[in-house]
């Protein structure tokens, strides 16, 4: 059993930077992939970044490679999400998320999810 707890959301302006963290409860934190997922009023929830277990892989979306970067800290069971460059369309709510394997980026595939941390980036 794992849990999350994302925070670190709110709301900027376009072009400007926030940090988003996902703390994991339980000693098994570095046996999971970790992602971000988002999901704007109205849309499905979205795939944005993984992380592999022990950090040395990473994936992204299109939409926000060169902007955001995951990291992963297995010593205190912490992911990362680091965003520059925001975007209004970047606005969602933001969900860190454990997988052990498959599809890494279907929502389907992971296994925990934590509650969401909105994200609202102003024109």
């Known amino acids: 059993q794992v849990q999350l707890v994302e925070s670190g959301g709110g709301l900027v302006q376009a072009g400007g930077s926030l940090s988003l963290s996902c703390a994991a409860s339980?000693?098994?934190?570095?046996?999971?992939?970790m992602g971000w997922f988002r999901q704007a009023p109205g849309k499905e929830r979205e795939f944005v970044a993984q992380i592999s277990r022990i950090g040395g892989i990473t994936f992204y979306a299109n939409s926000v490679k060169g902007r955001f970067t995951i990291s992963r800290d297995n010593t205190k069971n912490t992911v990362y999400l680091a965003m520059n460059s925001l975007k209004p369309e970047d606005t969602a709510v933001y969900y860190c998320?454990?997988?052990?394997?498959?599809?890494?980026?279907?929502?389907?595939?992971?296994?925990?999810w934590g509650q969401g941390t909105q994200v609202t980036v102003s024109s």
């Open positions: 339980g000693r098994t934190f570095s046996s999971y992939n």
């Open positions: 998320a454990a997988q052990m394997s498959g599809d890494i980026r279907s929502a389907r595939a992971y296994n925990y």
